[in-house]
C-alpha cells in the first residue's frame, strides 16, 4: 500500500463510518466517507502530515508558500501580481526599518528565527553584523530605483530642517517634493561642529548630487526663518520660503509667554497665590509631559511690546489664571492619595469614568490647550475637590470665561496649524487656511483673540511669498477677493506684476530645463569662452592699457547679455499676458503658465516633513541604541519613509 495513504495508517471497522488507527487503536469517525479526522488525528497525535497542501507550504521558496486554496475561498486580490518584494533582505529591513525590531533581535531571538525558517526563509545570517550589512545593501538597491523614480519628473522642491539626537548630534534631513503630493526622503546629513551658511549650502549640494540632482531641479526651498537658512538660500540662490507653522508657533508663543514689562511682573507677584516652588518641582513639571525640543527652534526672543491699559491687565489676568491651574494641576499629580480618593471620586459622579488632569510644556502652546480643555472639563470635580482639601485656590466666573475665550481662541490655530501640517498642502490651500483662521478670531471679538489675530498677522505677512499671489492667479479664472477680508495680507498683486513674475519665472525654468528651447543661452563651455576676456599679449601693450582692454571686454559682454536678456523678457510678457487672457476666458491654461502652474504646486508651505522623519529617526536612535552610525541612521530615516509610502498606497488602492 501507498505510505503517502491515509489507509496505511488506519483500517476499517465492521462499523459503518468509523476508523481504528492502528498505532494507538483508537476509533476515529469518518461521516460520509470523509478522511479530514484521520488527518488531524495522525498530525496531532502522531506528528505525521500526510496533506499535500501543508507540506507546500514549508517550501523553500517563499514565494510558493501560499496554501493553494478553491477557487470559492480567494480573495479578489488574489488574482493581481504581488509586487510586495519577499525576499529575506526585503523581508528583514522592513522589519528593521518600519517595525523598528534592532539588528540582534534577528540573533538572539530563537522565536523570530523559528518564525521565519517556518516561513521558509532557512539562510539567516546570525550575526548582527551581518544582518547590518544586509539591510545596507538593500537601501543601496532601493535609492537606485528612487532615483529613476525622480528622473521621470521635471518640478520639484524642497524642505529641510535640523534635528539633535539624544547623543547629541546634529542632522539635516532633506525632502524632495514632486506634482501631485509625491515626495521622496533623500535621508540625513552630518553636521559636523558648527554650521555656518556655507556649510549649510554644501550639504544641499551634496545631497542633491547623491540623487542625480543639482540645485539648477530646484524651485523653492522651505525651511525655518533662522538667519543661517536665510542667508544659505542667498548663497545658492534660491528662492526661500518660510515655514508658516513656525510662523503661527511664534506667534502664539508671543503672545501668551514673551510679554514682559515692569507692571506686568509687578502685578503677577502680587497676585499669584504661593508661587514659591522648589526646584524640584520645576524639574518635574518641565520634564513630565514635555517632548525634548529641537535644537534653536522655537527659542527666539522677540522685542518687548507695550499694549494698552487694557490689553496689558487681560495679559495679567491670562498670567495669574494659567499659574493657578498649573499649581492645582501639580497639586493632584503629586499626590496619588489626593487624585484617588478626592478628585477621582467627583470626576466619576460627573463623566462616569476616570479622566485626570494634564500638565502642559512651555515650549508647546498646543499643550497648553489640551491643559485648559481638560481642566475645564472637570472644573466642577476640581473645585468640589479644593474645598475637601481646605485649599485657598479657588475659580471665580470669571476665571472660568476668560478661560473659555482662550480655549474658544486658540482651537482655530490649532485646527489650522494640523491643515498646514497635513499632506498635499499647498501655498492656495495654506491662504485658504489662514484666512479661515484670521475670519474666525474676528468673529470672537476678545481681547486675547484680537491680541492673537494681530500678532499672527504680523508673523504671516513676514513668511508669505509672491508666489502665493501667482498661484491665486494661476488657479482660479474668476478670482476675485474683496480688500475688507485680506487683512492686508493677502492683497494680490497686481496683474502687470504677476506677468513679470511669471516671465522670469519662464525665463529661469526653461534655462534649467534641458529640453526646452525657450531660453537661447549658450553652453557653460560656451558661455565661459563668451565672457573670459581675450588678453592681449601684445608686450608693447602698458599695464595700463591692458587693464583698460580688460574693463572694455567685460562691460562689452555684460551690456549685450543684459540686453538679450531684457528682448527675452519682454517677448515672455507678451505670451504670458495673452495666456493669462486666455486662461480668464476658457480656463484652460497655455504652454508656459501651466509649466510655472506645475512647480509653483510642488512648493510646501511648511516643513513639516523633515519633522515627521526626525520623530520617526527617534524610534532608532534611543538610549539604548544610541551607539548607531551616521550612515546608518541616513539609510534607515530612507527605508522607513519608502516603506510606509508603499503601505499608505497599498491601502489606497484597496
Known sequence: MDKKSIWNYFKRTL?????????????IKTAGGSTSGLHSHLKSQHKINLLKRDNEEMTDDPTKSVLTKANSQLKITSFYDNKIDESLSAVISRMIARDGIPFMKFCVSDDLRMLLNAKGYTNIPKSSITIQKLVMNYA???????????????AYSLTTDEWTSNRNRRYMNFCLHGNNGKFWNLGLSRIFGSAPAEVLAELIVNKLKDFNLSLANIVCITSDAAAVMKKTMRLINKDHQLCLAHGLQLAVMKILYNTRHEQFEQQCDANVISTEKTNSEISDM???????TDDGTF???????LFDTELVLQNVELYYLITKIRKVVRLFRKSPTRNDDVLQRYVKEITGRELSLILDCKTRWNSLLIMLERFLLLRDAVRKSLIDLKSDIFFTDNDLKLLSNVILALQPIKLAVETLCSENVNLYV????LKFMLDELSSQNTFFSIQLKNALIFSIKERRTSFSDVLHYLTDSNLNISEEENYGIFNLSSKATIIKTIAYMVKSISCNTTDSGSCADLSDSELDNEIKPKFNTNPELSMKEKLNMLIKQKTEVTQEKLFVEEKEIKQLKVVVKNELDYFRQENVRGKYIQMVFDYLMTIRPTSVEPERIFSGVGLFCTKIRSSLGDKTLDKLSFLRTYFLKNVNNDNKCL
Open 15 to 27: 462499523i459503518k463510518d468509523a476508523a481504528i488507527c492502528k498505532q494507538c487503536l483508537r476509533q
Open 140 to 154: 543601496d538597491k532601493i535609492k537606485q530605483e528612487v532615483v529613476n523614480e525622480i528622473l521621470h519628473h521635471k
Open 286 to 292: 518641565e520634564n513630565e509631559d514635555s517632548v525634548e
Open 299 to 305: 527659542e527666539i526672543h522677540h522685542k518687548e511690546v
Open 430 to 433: 495654506a491662504d485658504v487656511t
